[in-house]
Protein backbone atom coordinates (compact mmCIF):
# COMPACT_ATOMS: atom_id res chain seq x y z
CA UNK A 1 0.00 0.00 0.00
CA UNK A 2 1.23 3.33 -1.26
CA UNK A 3 2.17 5.23 2.49
CA UNK A 4 0.62 8.69 3.14
CA UNK A 5 2.70 11.71 2.22
CA UNK A 6 4.41 13.40 5.31
CA UNK A 7 2.71 16.66 4.26
CA UNK A 8 -0.41 17.92 5.73
CA UNK A 9 -0.78 20.13 3.23
CA UNK A 10 0.68 21.48 0.09
CA UNK A 11 3.04 24.27 -0.19
CA UNK A 12 1.34 27.52 -0.06
CA UNK A 13 -0.23 29.06 -2.94
CA UNK A 14 0.76 32.78 -2.67
CA UNK A 15 -1.89 35.93 -2.71
CA UNK A 16 -0.42 38.07 -5.94
CA UNK A 17 1.56 40.32 -4.66
CA UNK A 18 1.74 43.09 -7.67
CA UNK A 19 -1.16 45.34 -8.88
CA UNK A 20 0.30 47.63 -11.79
CA UNK A 21 0.30 51.32 -10.41
CA UNK A 22 -1.92 53.98 -10.70
CA UNK A 23 0.78 55.12 -13.04
CA UNK A 24 1.13 52.21 -15.39
CA UNK A 25 -1.00 53.18 -18.07
CA UNK A 26 0.00 53.40 -21.61
CA UNK A 27 -0.89 56.14 -23.88
CA UNK A 28 0.86 57.61 -27.36
CA UNK A 29 2.15 60.50 -27.33
CA UNK A 30 -0.38 63.13 -28.10
CA UNK A 31 0.19 66.83 -29.10
CA UNK A 32 -2.41 69.07 -26.97
CA UNK A 33 -3.71 72.51 -27.62
CA UNK A 34 -1.53 75.26 -25.42
CA UNK A 35 -3.72 77.79 -25.92
CA UNK A 36 -6.70 76.61 -23.94
CA UNK A 37 -7.00 79.66 -21.88
CA UNK A 38 -8.46 81.42 -24.48
CA UNK A 39 -11.89 81.03 -23.03
CA UNK A 40 -14.84 83.10 -24.02
CA UNK A 41 -16.13 85.87 -21.30
CA UNK A 42 -18.91 85.52 -18.85
CA UNK A 43 -19.86 81.84 -17.91
CA UNK A 44 -17.66 79.24 -16.08
CA UNK A 45 -14.23 78.57 -17.05
CA UNK A 46 -13.73 75.16 -17.30
CA UNK A 47 -10.58 72.91 -18.55
CA UNK A 48 -9.82 69.28 -18.63
CA UNK A 49 -7.03 67.22 -18.50
CA UNK A 50 -6.57 63.60 -20.48
CA UNK A 51 -5.73 61.74 -17.29
CA UNK A 52 -4.36 58.78 -19.56
CA UNK A 53 -1.71 61.13 -21.35
CA UNK A 54 -0.83 63.23 -18.27
CA UNK A 55 0.15 59.14 -16.32
CA UNK A 56 1.71 57.98 -19.74
CA UNK A 57 4.00 61.23 -19.69
CA UNK A 58 4.95 63.13 -16.21
CA UNK A 59 8.16 61.86 -15.36
CA UNK A 60 7.48 61.36 -11.60
CA UNK A 61 5.09 58.48 -12.88
CA UNK A 62 7.55 56.91 -15.06
CA UNK A 63 10.28 56.75 -12.98
CA UNK A 64 7.64 55.50 -10.20
CA UNK A 65 6.16 52.78 -12.45
CA UNK A 66 9.68 51.80 -13.59
CA UNK A 67 10.76 51.28 -9.62
CA UNK A 68 7.66 49.52 -8.43
CA UNK A 69 8.10 46.97 -11.47
CA UNK A 70 11.57 45.99 -10.70
CA UNK A 71 10.80 45.88 -6.77
CA UNK A 72 7.42 43.79 -7.82
CA UNK A 73 9.62 41.52 -9.53
CA UNK A 74 12.43 41.59 -6.87
CA UNK A 75 9.27 40.16 -4.24
CA UNK A 76 8.32 37.55 -6.65
CA UNK A 77 11.52 36.22 -7.16
CA UNK A 78 12.31 36.25 -3.19
CA UNK A 79 9.26 34.25 -2.64
CA UNK A 80 9.05 31.60 -5.38
CA UNK A 81 12.90 31.07 -4.34
CA UNK A 82 11.65 30.25 -1.29
CA UNK A 83 8.70 28.46 -2.07
CA UNK A 84 11.17 26.07 -4.16
CA UNK A 85 13.55 25.43 -1.22
CA UNK A 86 10.63 24.59 1.04
CA UNK A 87 9.14 22.06 -1.83
CA UNK A 88 12.68 20.36 -2.02
CA UNK A 89 12.48 19.98 1.85
CA UNK A 90 9.41 18.70 1.74
CA UNK A 91 9.95 16.26 -1.29
CA UNK A 92 13.41 14.97 0.24
CA UNK A 93 11.07 14.22 3.72
CA UNK A 94 8.74 12.39 1.91
CA UNK A 95 11.45 10.02 0.22
CA UNK A 96 12.78 9.40 3.47
CA UNK A 97 9.20 8.50 5.04
CA UNK A 98 8.72 6.52 2.22
CA UNK A 99 11.70 4.56 2.88
CA UNK A 100 11.12 3.82 6.70
CA UNK A 101 14.36 6.12 7.57
CA UNK A 102 12.08 7.63 10.25
CA UNK A 103 12.35 5.23 13.27
CA UNK A 104 10.07 6.78 15.40
CA UNK A 105 6.49 8.39 15.63
CA UNK A 106 8.14 11.40 17.13
CA UNK A 107 10.75 11.44 14.26
CA UNK A 108 7.36 11.70 11.70
CA UNK A 109 6.14 14.45 13.54
CA UNK A 110 8.90 16.28 14.21
CA UNK A 111 9.40 16.68 10.35
CA UNK A 112 5.64 17.42 9.73
CA UNK A 113 5.96 20.21 12.61
CA UNK A 114 9.30 21.49 10.78
CA UNK A 115 7.73 21.95 7.65
CA UNK A 116 4.61 23.45 9.00
CA UNK A 117 6.74 25.93 10.53
CA UNK A 118 8.53 26.93 7.50
CA UNK A 119 5.20 27.10 5.62
CA UNK A 120 3.57 29.64 8.19
CA UNK A 121 7.18 31.09 8.18
CA UNK A 122 6.66 31.40 4.11
CA UNK A 123 3.24 32.84 4.52
CA UNK A 124 4.07 35.56 6.85
CA UNK A 125 6.94 36.47 4.57
CA UNK A 126 4.47 36.96 1.87
CA UNK A 127 1.99 38.54 3.46
CA UNK A 128 4.60 41.34 4.93
CA UNK A 129 5.92 42.06 1.48
CA UNK A 130 2.59 42.12 -0.15
CA UNK A 131 1.72 44.92 2.64
CA UNK A 132 5.08 47.03 2.45
CA UNK A 133 4.49 46.56 -1.30
CA UNK A 134 0.88 48.39 -1.18
CA UNK A 135 2.31 50.56 1.00
CA UNK A 136 4.66 51.94 -0.79
CA UNK A 137 2.37 52.09 -3.62
CA UNK A 138 0.07 54.25 -1.90
CA UNK A 139 2.73 56.84 -0.60
CA UNK A 140 3.82 57.09 -4.08
CA UNK A 141 0.24 57.53 -5.27
CA UNK A 142 -0.18 60.39 -2.82
CA UNK A 143 3.25 62.01 -3.70
CA UNK A 144 1.85 61.99 -7.09
CA UNK A 145 -1.40 63.44 -6.39
CA UNK A 146 0.28 66.12 -4.40
CA UNK A 147 2.37 67.20 -6.72
CA UNK A 148 -0.26 67.67 -9.31
CA UNK A 149 -2.63 69.78 -6.50
CA UNK A 150 0.06 72.13 -5.97
CA UNK A 151 1.32 73.13 -9.61
CA UNK A 152 -2.61 73.14 -10.39
CA UNK A 153 -2.95 75.47 -7.72
CA UNK A 154 -0.14 77.90 -8.79
CA UNK A 155 -0.84 77.33 -12.75
CA UNK A 156 -4.60 78.94 -12.08
CA UNK A 157 -3.54 81.57 -10.02
CA UNK A 158 -2.84 82.97 -13.84
CA UNK A 159 -5.65 81.04 -15.96
CA UNK A 160 -8.09 81.25 -13.18
CA UNK A 161 -10.58 78.42 -14.97
CA UNK A 162 -13.47 78.08 -12.30
CA UNK A 163 -13.05 74.17 -12.34
CA UNK A 164 -9.90 71.69 -13.85
CA UNK A 165 -11.76 68.53 -14.42
CA UNK A 166 -10.72 64.95 -15.71
CA UNK A 167 -10.97 63.48 -18.40
CA UNK A 168 -10.09 59.28 -18.32
CA UNK A 169 -11.54 57.11 -20.76
CA UNK A 170 -15.27 58.24 -21.77
CA UNK A 171 -15.94 59.42 -18.51
CA UNK A 172 -16.76 62.91 -20.66
CA UNK A 173 -18.57 61.87 -23.59
CA UNK A 174 -17.38 65.21 -25.78
CA UNK A 175 -15.08 67.77 -24.81
CA UNK A 176 -13.81 71.32 -27.21
CA UNK A 177 -9.96 70.22 -27.59
CA UNK A 178 -9.38 74.19 -26.52
CA UNK A 179 -10.08 73.65 -23.24
CA UNK A 180 -7.65 70.60 -23.02
CA UNK A 181 -4.26 71.66 -21.01
CA UNK A 182 -2.45 68.42 -20.85
CA UNK A 183 0.09 69.98 -22.30
CA UNK A 184 0.31 72.73 -20.48
CA UNK A 185 0.01 70.42 -17.17
CA UNK A 186 2.89 67.28 -18.52
CA UNK A 187 5.41 70.43 -19.15
CA UNK A 188 4.69 71.89 -15.82
CA UNK A 189 5.07 69.24 -13.57
CA UNK A 190 8.02 67.72 -15.53
CA UNK A 191 9.51 71.18 -15.94
CA UNK A 192 9.41 71.05 -11.64
CA UNK A 193 10.20 67.74 -11.06
CA UNK A 194 13.14 66.20 -9.51
CA UNK A 195 14.17 62.78 -9.25
CA UNK A 196 14.51 62.21 -5.76
CA UNK A 197 16.60 59.85 -4.39
CA UNK A 198 14.09 57.39 -2.70
CA UNK A 199 13.68 56.88 -6.05
CA UNK A 200 16.45 55.03 -7.67
CA UNK A 201 17.86 51.32 -7.63
CA UNK A 202 18.88 51.44 -4.60
CA UNK A 203 15.77 51.39 -2.97
CA UNK A 204 14.88 48.07 -4.26
CA UNK A 205 13.11 45.64 -2.40
CA UNK A 206 15.79 43.23 -0.62
CA UNK A 207 15.13 39.54 -0.24
CA UNK A 208 13.92 39.02 3.14
CA UNK A 209 15.83 36.11 4.93
Do not use: H, W
Not at 62 to 81: P, S
Not at 124 to 140: G, I, M, P, S, V
Amino acid sequence: MKRKSIIGASVIAFAAVIGMTGCNKSAPEETTNTKATEVPEGGLKIAYVEIDTLMAQYNFCKDYTVLMNKKGENIRATLAGKERALQAKAAELQKKYEANQFTTKEQVEQAQMTLNKQQQDLQALNDRLTNDFAAEQLKYNNEMRDSIQAFLKEYNKTKKFDYIISKAGDNILAANAQYDITKDVVNGLNKRYKKKANLTDENETKDAQ
